[in-house]
């Protein structure tokens, strides 16, 4: 009903590389996945480390549910048994160190399992799914900050996803050092990206993220984050219902049309 249809073919090759469909498809590509957008609504709230992203989409979620939608709340890493075991792996602070690579591929190994059980028949049956970060983390931290190729990301995310993107994805920006900090004072809110990478990586993250938002202005909006946890949550709100009226509008007037 309200999501807008965005087909992104993908094929694999018959050297097993995945490449767009767009173009030239010729017999000897096969096409694996065409996504078809649900019905529902794909939400994504994303951030530097205390950004207050989960304050913010319990307040989403509560909202929401308040106003009579069906909300699928997630979160990554996690949201399914064995994302939630590899959120344990990866986050704990202190836990040997590894490459961008291998954490890009443990937060996929994640990701897939939490679209394929959760995120695709959540928005299947209708539901606003309201995810706390996606793939858009990982192309954050592992890529502009532990410096993965991009494009390696981009294939490991269609792989990843089949393709699935959020309609929406909210940034909540706040400089790094007040980030970590309100980080330092919330019990229990350490983790391993906070405690072993440094100022740097973080910058790195944080400008990868607004420089995401800059690029696709219509999927990305971006909250001041500085401000109190109240004014952020109306705001991010404000931008979720306002996204809904406007795809409701669109969806009837196709329904007027067609
Ligand atoms: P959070 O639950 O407090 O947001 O913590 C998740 C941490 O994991 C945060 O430091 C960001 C990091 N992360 C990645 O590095 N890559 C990813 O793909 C995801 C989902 C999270």
Redesign the pocket.
């Known amino acids: 009903m309200w999501g807008v249809a965005r087909p992104q073919p993908l094929v694999v090759r018959e050297d097993g590389r995945v490449a767009r469909a767009e173009g030239r498809p010729t017999g000897r590509l096969r096409r694996v996945e065409e996504v078809e957008r649900a019905p529902g609504l794909f939400v994504v709230l994303e951030g530097p ?1 205390g950004a207050g ?2 304050g913010a989409a319990a307040s989403l979620v509560a909202a929401l549910r308040a106003a009579g939608h069906e909300v699928t709340p997630t ?3 996690g949201g399914t048994p064995i994302g939630e075991a590899l959120r344990e792996v ?2 704990r602070a202190g836990v040997v160190e590894r490459s961008g690579l291998a ?2 591929l443990l ?1 996929s190994a994640a ?1 897939a399992e939490l679209v394929q059980e959760v995120i695709r028949p959540a928005l299947a049956r209708g539901s606003i799914v309201v995810s ?4 858009t ?2 192309t ?3 890529g502009y ?1 532990s410096g993965v190729p991009l494009d390696q990301l981009l294939l490991l995310e269609r792989i990843t996803t089949g393709g699935l993107r959020p309609d929406l994805v909210v940034l909540i920006d706040v400089p790094v050092e007040a980030g970590l900090a309100r980080r330092g004072v919330a019990a229990g ?1 350490e ?1 391993r ?2 405690e072993a990478f440094d100022r740097e990586f973080h910058e790195r993250v944080r400008d990868g993220y607004r420089a995401m938002a800059a690029a696709d202005p219509t999927r990305w909006r971006v909250v001041d984050g500085t401000r109190s946890e109240a004014d952020v949550a109306r705001d991010v709100v404000a931008i979720v219902t306002s996204r809904l009226t406007a795809a409701r509008t669109r969806a009837s007037e196709v329904g007027r049309t067609g």
Do not use: I, V
């Open positions: 480390d992203k989960s979160r990554e890493p990866l986050l954490d890009a937060f990701r706390d970060r996606y793939a983390s990982t954050a931290y592992q900050g809110g983790t990206f906070e």
